[in-house]
């Protein structure tokens, strides 16, 4: 398979006239300043490698614009998506999962890591299945056309000493090793069934949800599997005097001390940390996951992102809740609520921004041959119109400025995940109505039984 892409990111700035030559999932070659072939598909616009959603609650997506008539604060925010929690089976699961993931596809973002704890059935009893919730994810991933990174998230108590009670019950397998034990099942089971699309890694929920002594053997699973591990790190100052209390650290320290941190770990959020809680984060590399979007809706705070780099953590982007589904726009976040902190402009730069959204997303989910323009890469390419009412009038010398300070998803005209067309001319080529797809899988996950 051949592209012709009018101008493309390779990392090292904008080029124009690239031939990308592909074949099956992988890229073979690439040229600058090359005329288009008579057979070469012709991507006009900015060309980019796919984009990473490194962090995603896919059921959260059934909130949006529902949660936005009364004030409160995350906690508040917290009950109501208990309740869709609540609803949820393996095909309703399903269902909402492939619509969201296909807006994602249409949003450019070629692969998603999932942070699953939705694990049980209500009440917590498992599924004759214990996986069929984790299933559905790597299903509803495959429907849409994208990867998918199953974050299996260990989630053992509602908060530190507390129990797990009403819908949260849902998401307990009682101990670390119970834990274990089933992920080490869905792993077997994704390695023999051949799912090219999927891989597994791990997650603690957060200091809150799983205790001191069980965190390491969570560890432990992802480093004798060599799986991605990540973490809900200090996303409320309450997680962080809760911690200090219980146990005398901060939780960055708590999750050090436990062997939770390293190149292979993202913290995500990683709102209020100390001075320490960033050496420590970039000392040993780990990397870090801001979700702008959401850290604004659900009135957390704004992350030291750029102190987190310049320590040696890599900065990777997600949409956790799905407020909007849309990377161009955490991107610009990150460098626009530095500039609303410090006063001053200019903190990070567009290449910056967009390395965030690729391959520092795709090796944070464990997919290190992605998230580049390059031979060996996955053949994962995203393209931006460049002659929108948005984004007109840049010219290729700021196009990459172009997609991070003006584009959003709306402007993403063509996706190709590991060299197959999933969405042409911004229409989803595998879903065929991805707007009433999602409407219908909203109304199921938040309808009102009677009585």
Same mark, same amino acid.
């Given at each position: 398979?051949?592209?012709?892409?009018?101008?493309?990111?390779?990392?090292?700035?904008?080029?124009?006239?690239?031939?990308? $030559?592909?074949?099956?999932?992988?890229?073979? !070659?690439?040229?600058? #300043?090359?005329?288009?072939?008579?057979?070469?598909?012709?991507?006009?616009?900015?060309?980019?490698?796919?984009?990473?959603?490194?962090?995603?609650?896919?059921?959260?997506?059934?909130?949006? !614009?529902?949660?936005? =008539?009364?004030?409160?604060?995350?906690? =508040?925010?917290?009950?109501?998506?208990?309740?869709?929690?609540?609803?949820?089976?393996?095909? !309703? /699961?399903r269902a909402l999962a492939r619509a969201v993931y296909a807006e994602m596809a249409l949003a450019g973002i070629s692969c998603v890591g999932e942070f699953h704890y939705?694990?049980?059935?209500?009440?917590?009893?498992? /599924?004759? &299945? @214990?996986?069929?919730?984790? %299933?559905?994810?790597?299903?509803?991933?495959?429907?849409?056309?994208?990867?998918?990174?199953?974050?299996?998230?260990?989630?053992?108590?509602?908060?530190?000493?507390?129990?797990?009670?009403?819908?949260?019950?849902?998401?307990?397998?009682?101990? &670390?090793?119970?834990? &274990?034990? +089933?992920?080490?099942?869905?792993?077997?089971?994704?390695?023999? &069934?051949?799912?090219?699309?999927?891989?597994?890694?791990?997650?603690?929920?957060?200091?809150?949800?799983?205790?001191?002594?069980?965190?390491?053997?969570?560890?432990?699973?992802?480093? *004798?599997? +060599?799986?991605?591990?990540?973490?809900?790190?200090? %996303?409320?100052?309450?997680?962080?005097?809760?911690?200090?209390?219980? /146990?005398?650290? =901060?939780?960055?320290?708590?999750?050090? $001390?436990?062997?939770?941190?390293?190149?292979? !770990?993202?913290?995500?959020?990683?709102?209020?940390?100390?001075?320490?809680?960033?050496?420590?984060?970039?000392? =040993?590399?780990?990397?870090?996951?801001?979700?702008?979007?959401? *850290?604004?809706?659900?009135?957390?705070?704004?992350? @030291?992102?750029?102190?987190?780099?310049?320590?040696?953590?890599?900065?990777?982007?997600?949409?956790?809740?799905?407020?909007?589904?849309?990377?161009? %726009?955490?991107?610009?976040?990150?460098?626009?609520? $530095?500039?609303?902190?410090?006063?001053?402009?200019?903190?990070?730069?567009?290449? $910056?921004?967009?390395?965030?959204?690729?391959?520092? #997303?795709?090796?944070?989910?464990?997919?290190?041959?992605?998230?580049?323009? %390059?031979?060996?890469?996955?053949?994962?390419?995203?393209?931006?119109?460049?002659?929108?009412?948005?984004?007109?009038?840049?010219? @290729?010398?700021?196009?990459?400025?172009?997609?991070?300070?003006?584009?959003?998803?709306?402007?993403?005209?063509?996706?190709?995940?590991?060299?197959?067309?999933?969405?042409?001319?911004?229409?989803?080529?595998?879903?065929?109505?991805?707007?009433?797809?999602?409407?219908?899988?909203? *109304?199921?996950?938040?309808? *009102?039984?009677?009585?």
């Amino acid at each position: 398979m051949q592209w012709h892409a009018q101008f493309a990111w390779l990392g090292d700035g904008v080029a124009a006239d690239v031939l990308i $030559e592909a074949d099956g999932e992988r890229i073979t !070659s690439l040229a600058r #300043g090359v005329p288009p072939p008579p057979r070469a598909q012709h991507l006009p616009g900015l060309t980019l490698p796919g984009l990473a959603n490194a962090h995603s609650h896919a059921f959260h997506r059934a909130l949006r !614009s529902r949660v936005q =008539t009364n004030r409160g604060t995350f906690w =508040t925010w917290r009950e109501q998506m208990y309740r869709v929690a609540d609803r949820l089976d393996p095909d !309703s /699961y399903r269902a909402l999962a492939r619509a969201v993931y296909a807006e994602m596809a249409l949003a450019g973002i070629s692969c998603v890591g999932e942070f699953h704890y939705l694990h049980h059935r209500p009440g917590g009893a498992p /599924y004759d &299945a @214990p996986n069929a919730m984790g %299933e559905a994810l790597i299903a509803a991933a495959a429907d849409a056309g994208i990867r998918i990174t199953l974050l299996d998230t260990c989630y053992l108590t509602g908060g530190i000493g507390q129990p797990l009670k009403g819908p949260q019950l849902r998401f307990g397998d009682g101990t &670390a090793g119970n834990w &274990a034990r +089933r992920v080490d099942t869905l792993h077997e089971q994704t390695d023999k &069934a051949g799912r090219l699309h999927a891989r597994v890694g791990a997650a603690i929920h957060s200091v809150r949800a799983v205790p001191r002594e069980q965190v390491r053997a969570v560890a432990s699973w992802a480093k *004798e599997h +060599r799986a991605p591990l990540h973490v809900h790190l200090s %996303e409320q100052p309450a997680e962080n005097t809760a911690c200090l209390d219980a /146990y005398g650290v =901060t939780p960055a320290r708590l999750l050090a $001390e436990a062997g939770a941190l390293g190149p292979l !770990s993202t913290a995500v959020h990683a709102t209020h940390l100390t001075g320490d809680d960033i050496r420590l984060l970039g000392a =040993t590399t780990t990397g870090v996951c801001m979700c702008p979007t959401t *850290e604004r809706d659900l009135a957390d705070g704004i992350g @030291p992102a750029r102190g987190l780099a310049d320590a040696g953590a890599p900065i990777c982007l997600g949409s956790d809740q799905h407020a909007v589904i849309d990377l161009f %726009e955490e991107a610009r976040a990150v460098e626009l609520d $530095e500039r609303l902190r410090t006063r001053v402009r200019g903190h990070w730069t567009a290449g $910056e921004l967009l390395a965030a959204a690729t391959s520092n #997303g795709h090796y944070a989910l464990g997919w290190p041959e992605a998230g580049r323009l %390059e031979p060996g890469a996955y053949a994962d390419l995203v393209t931006v119109a460049l002659d929108s009412a948005r984004t007109a009038g840049a010219g @290729p010398a700021h196009a990459a400025e172009a997609a991070v300070f003006a584009a959003t998803a709306a402007d993403v005209r063509h996706v190709v995940v590991s060299g197959r067309q999933i969405v042409h001319d911004g229409r989803h080529l595998l879903v065929d109505d991805v707007p009433g797809a999602l409407a219908a899988a909203v *109304e199921s996950a938040t309808r *009102e039984e009677p009585g």
